[in-house]
């Protein structure tokens, strides 16, 4: 029986999954050319991420985006974000997360593509008092600066899926949104 505690079902399924993605034509990434000057609707973008996971631990992802193809390989938007965290272990352990970015991406073929990105996220950050064991929290807006690269996947005439590996650059284990400095994400695009 197959089970995600195998840690042999993980690297075949990677291998079946990229190998589906490997063999799928990138026929519906949209071209654009340069001397041709389609209208803005036709070069725009829109998508973005969603992640959810209820239970005692609730958190809610939803980040939208929006972009313009400026030329056949590079492409520049903006994208807001909110999350909300909810651990009902704790006492007071709910937290809304909400800021905005802007990002570049540049395609070195078809289906891959290099990404950059500066986000800023409002959220609460701790503050140890010194020479005591206490904790307070207080809202800042906290910087990140994002590098890497993504693999497109279409899915009809415009649509498809990226799957991004990130390095946040600016990552601060105390003040930072993200656990470890490395992100992953999968979005939808249309």
Do not use: C
Request: charged share 15%.
């Amino acid at each position: 029986m197959l089970s995600w505690k195998n840690k042999s079902v993980v690297p075949i399924l990677l291998i079946v999954v990229f190998g589906f993605f490997l063999n799928n034509k990138a026929n519906a990434q949209r071209t654009i050319y340069e001397d041709e000057n389609p209208p803005l609707k036709d070069r725009m973008y829109f998508g973005g991420n969603f992640s959810l996971q209820l239970g005692n631990v609730t958190f809610i992802d939803v980040s939208p985006l929006a972009g313009v193809m400026i030329t056949d390989k590079y492409s520049a938007g903006v994208g807001t974000t909110y999350q909300y965290y909810n651990n009902s272990f704790f006492n007071d352990a709910t937290s809304h997360v909400y800021g905005g970015r802007i990002f570049n991406r540049y395609n070195l073929f078809r289906q891959i593509f290099l990404h950059a990105e500066y986000e800023s996220l409002n959220l609460e950050v701790p503050n140890f008092v010194p020479n005591t064991n206490e904790v307070f929290f207080t809202r800042e807006w906290i910087p990140g600066l994002f590098g890497g690269a993504g693999y497109f996947v279409p899915f009809g005439d415009r649509g498809g899926m990226n799957f991004m590996v990130l390095y946040n650059f600016s990552h601060d284990n105390l003040r930072s949104n993200y656990n470890e400095p490395y992100v992953f994400r999968v979005g939808f695009v249309f």
